[in-house]
């Protein structure tokens, strides 16, 4: 069996990327190798634009010269997909980093706490209102569920609550009357 030390030249080359080759026969005498570069872990949009390296000759020709061909491109483009990899993991933590981050941040922070003080305070005035029988005006007072979705379960509750004091009962209403009727007689 013949050895062609393929293998051990595609190990010993520089890259941190995957070969995917394609052979075609071009004609009866004639190979075209279409190499194609990938980094799976590249997040780099760009390394979708560098083009496969494609080679033309005879199998001799291939033979005796393929790998000085493609050697360097190869490693060019393989270091490239790692350096923008790099670069995007670089870019992002600055990103983090950054002072405008930091600072957007903090205010999403401040405006996360000052979004849960209006609603606490709202809380706590339908409670008072609660407190004095005020139900209508303490339905009212009550934070709306679409601007505090995250608390939408406990107003929800406490509108029902509120719905049961103030709303008409027809037992309730005639009790009244006949208390009337009997004290006035």
């Avoid at 609660?130 to 007072?141: C, L, P, V």
């Avoid at 569920?145 to 995250?150: K, S």
């Avoid at 608390?151 to 037992?171: C, D, G, V």
Wanted: hydrophobic share 35%.
């Amino acid at each position: 069996m013949e050895a062609t030390n393929f293998f051990r030249q595609i190990a010993q080359m520089e890259m941190n990327s995957k070969l995917m080759l394609t052979i075609t026969k071009a004609t009866e005498h004639k190979i075209i190798v279409s190499i194609l570069i990938e980094n799976d872990s590249c997040g780099d949009k760009a390394k979708n634009i560098i083009p496969p390296l494609n080679l033309k000759g005879t199998p001799e020709e291939l033979d005796e010269g393929f790998f000085s061909h493609i050697k360097k491109p190869v490693q060019t483009a393989s270091g490239l997909l790692s350096n923008m990899e790099n670069f995007m993991k670089q870019v992002e933590l600055a990103q983090t980093h950054s002072a405008m981050e930091k600072e957007k941040s903090a205010k999403e922070h401040k405006d996360k706490e000052s979004k849960n003080r209006k609603y606490n305070e709202a809380m706590v005035k339908a409670d008072a209102l609660e407190r004095e029988g005020k139900y209508k005006e303490a339905w009212s007072a009550l934070p709306k569920i679409g601007d505090y979705p995250e608390h939408s379960e406990a107003i929800k509750k406490k509108q029902e609550i509120y719905e049961r004091q103030f709303a008409p009962s027809l037992f309730l209403d005639a009790g009244l009357e006949t208390a009337k009727i009997t004290h006035e007689e």
